[in-house]
Each structure stands twice: as C-alpha cells, then as structure tokens.
C-alpha cells in the first residue's frame, strides 16, 4: 500500500501547472484597454526595484528580483510567501 501511495504522490507532483512572473497589477478602466494602440503606455505606482511576484496556478508562493541568464530572464527567489490566512 505504502509503494502505492509512493508512485501517486510522484505522478501527482510531475503535474505541470501554469506559472507567472508578475510585475504590477492595477485596474484600469475599460475603455483606457480598448483605447491602447502600438506605442501606448500604461504606468504603475510599483517602483522598478521592488520584488516581482511568483505565481503558480493563480497563487502567489514567492518573491524574486530579475537576473540575467545569457539573452534570456529569470527569477532569483528571494522569500517564499507562506499561504493565505482565511479570515
């Protein structure tokens, strides 16, 4: 049984799920989105040297800082954020 649960808790963890870099979020109202054209530029109250947002599945798990890898961008992860207290 206990082999059993071994090979499900790794099939289960070789899932792959979405996962997203954020910068800033802010909302905008619609018509600003339909107005934006090539060359438009929206701004953001976040400063350029704050931390950028790990997601997986929708879910923030951690916090990084930009580095450079050859021509390509990555992620340093600076804190894993725990999960969300439920009020």
């Known amino acids: 049984m206990a082999d059993l649960q071994s090979k499900y808790s790794k099939s289960v963890l070789s899932i792959k799920t979405p996962v997203n870099v954020t910068l800033a979020r802010k909302m905008v109202p ?3 989105i339909v107005d934006l054209v090539p ?3 929206l701004t953001f109250d976040a ?3 704050e931390p950028l947002t ?3 599945g929708g879910t923030p798990i951690a916090t990084g ?3 450079k890898i050859g021509d390509k961008f990555g992620l340093r992860i600076r804190e ?3 999960p969300k207290q439920e009020d």
Request: aromatic residues 0%; contains cysteine; proline residues 0%.
């Open 39 to 41: 060359g438009s530029m």
């Open 65 to 67: 800082e930009t580095i």
């Open 47 to 49: 400063h350029c040297d």
């Open 80 to 82: 894993i954020l725990g």
């Open 30 to 32: 619609l018509q600003r």
């Open 54 to 56: 790990l997601e997986a």
